[in-house]
């Protein structure tokens, strides 16, 4: 069982940068692929960018591309989201995912972190 907390949310003006993490704990991080999800109001729940179990493989969603860069510390159980370029539209709920690396899945939740991106 893998507990995530994540932080480094906050308010930004856009043009701005924030880096998320998310610590992980009770489990054996290095066998979860990790992903950021977000959730806008009254919008639905979006893959924002994953990180395979070993770092090597990355996803972006098209919105984030070029601006948003992923990251994980297996030594320090954490992942991060470091985010840049930052705009009116990236304000959400962000959430770290844990998904075991040998099922499909994400089965593990943080309780979110709000960004804010003021004009």
């Known amino acids: 069982q893998v507990q995530l907390v994540e932080s480094g949310g906050g308010l930004v003006q856009a043009g701005g940068s924030l880096r998320l993490s998310c610590a992980a704990s009770?489990?054996?991080?290095?066998?979860?692929?990790m992903g950021w999800f977000r959730q806008a109001p009254g919008k639905e729940r979006e893959l924002v960018s994953t990180?395979?179990?070993?770092?090597?493989?990355?996803y972006y969603a098209d919105s984030v591309k070029g601006r948003f860069t992923i990251s994980r510390d297996n030594g320090q159980n954490t992942v991060y989201l470091q985010m840049n370029s930052l705009k009116p539209e990236d304000t959400a709920v962000y959430y770290c995912?844990?998904?075991?690396?040998?099922?499909?899945?994400?089965?593990?939740w943080g309780q979110g972190t709000q960004v804010t991106v003021s004009s």
């Open positions: 995912a844990a998904e075991p690396r040998l099922t499909k899945g994400y089965d593990y």
């Open positions: 009770g489990g054996t991080f290095s066998r979860y692929n």
């Open positions: 990180i395979s179990w070993f770092g090597g493989s990355t």
